[in-house]
């Protein structure tokens, strides 16, 4: 993920101790105060965490009393205070990461899990269901059949199959799978800007798969499409809404008519622009994408990217809950204690954690998958977000821009005479900004996303290294002049050092 691990980000000494100190005091709930005491320059997004530490106790004391009936038993916790260091030691490992959590970590799509997800995950390890079977997790498997009917209801589902999985790439696995049951033996396409899981988990299931090219703007060429549906040879085309790289939409409604035409199978890989479906800022191309994706035959959707949940948690749905037909398995083992469904029943994951869904019902229950709500508004902040640095980076001279973001996902490339040059400043100012605590993202992509015609350069390499931003965090629409002040300085300074003009 994080391509640089030299810039590791220099935390203030304050948060360094509060990070270090903060767990074993009663924790200092007022914001603006470290753990020791001292005023630093606002809340610590620290603080909120230790603060919910508190409901996660008399939670889990209401959890306990459901228990009461049984006899006590003694459990084994060992040595307290060598569980204490252990755990600390941990604390001083975990200080070698980018700082995540904060607006100024601008880079690659990472966000920090609700706290309302964090403490009812947490408070449901006391139990650690697994939602394989109903007899490993009753209570979470109706939790999560009542989640993931909330996201197939986003999209306009009544009816549905689906579940949550492992991430994204598992649910798309179990989506071309069943693509690959209804139309065995044919090809799977997918554009050549889509997720690069989908050839090798294509190679996995043994079908064939092709990329398709992409137009200018990072969507899926109708063109090349259409030429490879001629040969009779696709079963299965997935339609990319939101690419991992730039948040590019292929054009759903052409698809769709294509579909009609040739009768292919449409898989919708939304695991990062999903969400974006409860938006009220889209432009008019894309709101017709997202009012429409209901109609594709399945659904991914990672709640552990724009869902705010803790890794990991995918979700893949399908239109037509026949499917199930596919999954038909006996088990021995497992499927004892009721005739209702268990969730292994229709899943190619057994084990799996029901922490996940009690995270995302939790969330889903605070925070409704419904438009105009309060979710649905931080996403539409997101895409400000991009938006307003979008427009900070086409107006400055020193950057050339791409196509606008449809998203929260922002591309862009200092000026030069050449693409190569154009990539060394990349990486350069990559590595200056990171000294001022901005940590972006690089990204490697088509020259020809750019016009680099009008803007003079050379075309001397076929893709060029990005700058990328993904600002999905809620709070990053009110750090963006202070994101932009950084990297502005950020590129003066490595320009001055390494003075590159046009031609
Ligand atoms: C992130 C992503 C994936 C892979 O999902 P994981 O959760 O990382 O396994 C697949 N497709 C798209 C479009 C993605 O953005």
Known sequence: MAKSSKSIPGKTNASRKAATHGGRKRS???????????????PSPFEFEKASLETLRSALDKLEKGFSGLPAAEVAFGNRRE???????????MRDNYPYFHPLYAGQMLKPPHPVAR?????????NPNNHALDGGRASSRMEKEAVAEIARMFGWKTHLGHLTGGGTMANLEALWVAGQVNPGKKVVASEQAHYTHSRISAVLGMSFQSVPCDVKGRMDLHALKALLESGEIGTVVATVGTTAAGAIDPLPELLELRAEYGFRLHADSAYGGYFVLADNLTKETRTVFDRLGEADSIVVDPHKHGLQPYACGCVIFRDPNVARFYKHDSPYTYFTSEELHLGEISLECSRAGASA???????????????????????????????????????AKFITPFPPELDIVVWAPLAKSVSDSSGLSRAIFDEAAKHNLHLALAELPADFFDLESAGMERDADTITCLRSVLMKPEHEKWIPQIWNIL???ASEVLKRRPASPA
Request: hydrophobic share 45%; with cysteine; proline share 1%.
């Open 83 to 93: 569980f204490e260091k252990v755990i600390l030691e941990v604390a001083g490992r």
């Open 358 to 396: 009690v995270g995302l019902w939790a969330t889903q229950r605070l925070l409704p998958l419904v438009k105009g709500g309060d979710f649905a508004r931080s996403l539409s902040s997101c895409r400000k977000a991009a938006l307003d640095l979008y427009g900070m980076l086409r107006e400055d």
């Open 488 to 490: 502005n300085r950020s």
């Open 119 to 127: 403490v009812a995950y947490m408070l449901s390890m006391w139990i």
């Open 28 to 42: 200092n709930l007022r914001a603006g105060r470290n753990a020791s005491g001292a005023r630093r320059a606002g």
